[in-house]
């Protein structure tokens, strides 16, 4: 099962990086019915051999409690609201492929393997495909094939995402397990993981989210205080050093040099609405409408209800629109998912073995840049990919919460105590 989940998940990202379209009908694509089919065999496998279905529970509760609030809100705003333009088929759609698609994903891989040699076979494949997505997103940008990726008019790669944003949030998820990847590596692997991270991080400059890159900023930042106790700086400054001196060259002779410097610093003065590239504004009247509502503060306006609103924007913050559509349920359980899925991984980081150990971390800090980066951008796409990963590392937490590594110290020997006279000598023979 290890061997059909990576594969699954190298071809979901193969499919993607590759521009294919594989849609079956509304709601359901070959990719997801992939999923649905080892999800099948899997229940089958737990119900012939009474297996538990209680793994992760806490995560479990608040995938149904989230899920069962979103399918009760939206059979109020269809039923009984009956907002204009709300399509109950659409919406529920929506609904499959938004949170019920994300619960599926997320067992799946939770399920589907059970012991860490497993989980790190996997978590290789989600590397794997994010270096093929990456790999052929410059590619498509050089002109050396030609899928039809997007070019934004600013000159931003969409990437294999479809989506500039959302790609630079899909990019800092896996670009720390990349780095992990190196660093347990030896020889020959170890520069095709470094080649590999070098890749992730241009790619991460063709996309010019400034999302992504205060995602990047605050994963560092966490990353250096949470595991302090664990950094040689001097190793850590050398690989970094090297690796902006390297990075600032290929940007330097790139045409995203000026594009990346123009959207990070600006060319003049600059207020809220523009440092935000209008989020703020868009942040500002959705809050206006719950405000002239306020009981959409507690209950929301229900599933997707966002969508037949009049703004011309999407809310560009997920959080936001957890709070928008599905009140405080939505943004309890939806937030805690995601800091939930952290602090646990970061607990079990602090107990497992290399090459976990390393692994763990790399998902601690993918997921914090991710949390960060989710406040300016919706993400579609990318939640997919993160709760397969999430689904993979959990099992790994567990697999080291049942047997954690215990690290022994030698204890330090008891010095001697002499005794000594009223005037300071030692009295000879008087140790003890």
């Avoid at 891989?109 to 052929?136: P, R």
């Amino acid at each position: 099962m290890p061997t059909i989940l990576g594969l699954a998940a190298l071809f979901l990202l193969a499919t993607d990086a590759l521009n294919m379209d594989l849609s079956l009908m509304p709601g359901v694509s070959a990719k997801n019915f992939i999923i649905y089919l080892i999800a099948m065999v899997l229940a089958l496998r737990m119900v012939v051999s009474r297996g538990s279905i209680m793994a992760a529970g806490q995560m479990q509760g608040a995938f149904i409690v989230q899920i069962g609030y979103a399918i009760v809100t939206w059979l109020v705003a269809a039923m009984l609201i009956q907002y204009p333009y709300y399509d109950m088929v659409a919406s529920g759609i929506k609904l499959k492929t938004g949170l019920i698609d994300h619960y599926i994903f997320f067992l799946v891989f939770l399920f589907g393997v059970q012991t860490s040699e497993d989980a790190l076979k996997v978590i290789k494949g989600l590397l794997f495909g994010a270096l093929l997505a990456n790999a052929i997103t410059i590619l498509d940008a050089a002109g050396i094939i030609s899928l039809g990726f997007r070019i934004r008019e600013d000159g931003r790669t969409s990437g294999a995402i479809g989506e500039s944003n959302q790609y630079a949030a899909f990019i800092i998820l896996f670009l720390p397990g990349t780095i992990a990847a190196a660093v347990a590596s030896h020889g020959f692997r170890r520069l095709f993981w470094f080649c590999a991270a070098l890749i992730a991080c241009m790619t991460l400059v063709m996309t010019a989210s400034r999302g992504g890159f205060v995602g990047l900023a605050m994963m560092c930042a966490v990353g250096a205080y949470l595991y302090r106790h664990l950094i040689s700086y001097g190793r850590i400054s050398g690989w970094v050093f090297g690796s902006l001196i390297l990075l600032v060259l290929i940007v330097s002779f790139s045409q995203y040099g000026n594009l990346l410097a123009e959207r990070m610093i600006g060319t003049g003065s600059i207020d809220a609405g523009t440092a935000s590239s209008g989020r703020s504004d868009i942040w500002a009247g959705a809050l206006a409408v719950m405000f002239q509502h306020p009981i959409s503060f507690i209950t929301g306006f229900g599933w997707d209800a966002y969508s037949v609103m009049p703004f011309q924007y999407s809310p560009h913050n997920h959080y936001l629109a957890l709070w928008f559509n599905l009140g405080l349920v939505g943004l309890f359980f939806g937030s805690y998912l995601l800091f939930s899925a952290i602090g646990r991984a970061r607990r079990a980081s602090l107990h497992a073995a290399p090459p976990m150990r390393g692994q763990l971390i790399a998902f601690v800090l993918g997921c914090v840049g991710v949390a960060t980066a989710v406040f300016f951008v919706d993400l579609h796409k990318p939640w997919f990919y993160f709760w397969m990963y999430g689904g993979v590392v959990m099992r790994m937490v567990l697999c080291v919460e049942k047997s954690p590594v215990v690290e022994t110290t030698v204890p330090r020997l008891k010095r001697p105590v002499v005794r000594r006279d009223p005037y300071g000598w030692a009295n000879p023979g008087t140790r003890s």
